[in-house]
């Protein structure tokens, strides 16, 4: 399959943890993003990355968040010091170059924060 | 501003149409969207339509897009109880090279038997 994947589907972790969610896009998409829903929400605009540059970065995004994606393929995103109001969905979406706007999801981590 | 709205439900009998709408603000906006996404995944891709565009048909879906009033609907024809699902429109931002998406809040379809 060479879809959008994200790894773990789940992750429940206690208040004041540090939790890391990996994504691996479509193959030679270059372009990656990071999205976060939450419960009857559509989702949110959290960060982009074109290759392993990190272009744009929402307002979402604490400084209790870090996203990398070092080499250009897979991405990292990590919360620090977790709250309660962390507890979502963080979607990861990758599309191809500049001809299509075209963006295709992965399945999605659900984190849960105790 | 982008703001993305839609109807949060809709009920229909298996075998009739569907009719799903929303309103976006951007109207510089190129590309629109529509994804389904089904309980505990992720989105799935069902159509898009470029903005010089009125209309787009793809087997069960057309989708209808007024520039003027920025009204996009999404129809199923032969709707199945395979299409419950919350269904959402997107916006892409023409904006800055990330052409992020805005989405509605999602319209839960519920197909009854």
């Known amino acids: 399959d060479t879809g959008v994947s994200q790894d773990p589907r789940h992750k429940i972790t206690k208040r004041g943890q540090n939790v890391t969610f990996r994504c691996d896009p479509i193959?030679?998409?270059?372009?990656l993003y990071w999205y976060r829903q939450t419960l009857g929400q559509g989702p949110e605009f959290l960060t982009y990355f074109q290759n392993e540059a990190q272009l744009e970065k929402s307002r979402l995004l604490s400084d209790r968040f870090s996203a990398e994606r070092p080499k250009g393929s897979f991405s990292t995103l990590e919360i620090q010091r977790t709250e309660q109001g962390d507890s979502a969905m963080y979607l990861c979406a990758s599309r191809a170059g500049l001809s299509t706007d075209t963006q295709y999801f992965g399945p999605g981590t659900r984190l849960t924060v105790l | 501003g982008e703001d993305v709205e839609q109807s949060l439900f809709l009920s229909v009998r298996e075998g009739d149409s569907s009719v799903i709408n929303c309103t976006y603000t951007?109207?510089?906006?190129?590309?629109l969207y529509w994804y389904k996404q089904e309980p505990g995944a992720g989105l799935q891709l069902l159509t898009y339509?470029?903005?010089?565009?009125d209309m787009k048909q793809d087997q069960r879906l057309t989708v209808l897009l007024n520039k003027k009033d920025k009204h996009l609907s999404l129809r199923i024809a032969d709707t199945q109880t395979g299409d419950s699902a919350i269904y959402f429109c997107a916006e892409s931002n023409p904006s800055g090279s990330a052409r992020q998406l805005t989405f509605g809040s999602g319209t839960q379809l519920t197909v009854l038997p």
């Open positions: 339509i470029f903005s010089n565009m």
């Open positions: 951007d109207s510089s906006s190129t590309y």
């Open positions: 193959s030679e998409h270059n372009r």
